[in-house]
């Protein structure tokens, strides 16, 4: 999550093409609370759409994108609110950690946080209803 143009897109093109991260959604995804966990998934009219400035809205192959994910914790690059609170909703907490998308170390210390989130790799059962939208703040 972060303001416009506080590096998410890019980060996001970083850890795809350097880390082999695959894309859930860029700008705004579905996130729907269910199964004891909270669940992301990109929406559909922008599947695989990555904006890649100076570009624009570029389609990415096939394997660098995922239709869904278990969302084991959000980071923020909103350096004014380094230490939003975590996400809360129907007794789900998501952690949520502030990172520097242009600090040299940034992929490692996201690959950190994968490492520790237990079960985020892990298949997970398909949830049908994505109620909530979140898109991050202007």
Do not use: N
């Amino acid at each position: 999550m972060g303001k416009s143009r506080s590096g998410k897109s890019d980060f996001a093109l970083r850890l795809i093409m350097e880390e082999g991260a695959r894309l859930v959604g860029d700008d705004a995804c579905e996130v729907a609370w269910c199964y004891g966990g909270a669940f992301v998934r990109g929406t559909p009219s922008l599947s695989g759409i990555l904006e890649v400035r100076p570009w624009g809205p570029t389609r990415l192959a096939r394997e660098q994108i995922i239709p869904r994910a278990k969302l084991g914790f959000v980071c923020t690059l909103d350096d004014s609110a380094p230490f939003a609170p975590d996400l809360h909703h129907k007794g789900i907490d998501v952690p949520v950690y502030p990172v520097a998308p242009f600090e040299r170390a940034a992929s490692a210390k996201l690959r950190l946080l994968v490492q520790g989130v237990q079960g985020l790799s892990s298949p997970e059962p398909l949830c049908l209803d994505f109620p909530k939208r979140v898109k991050p703040p202007l």
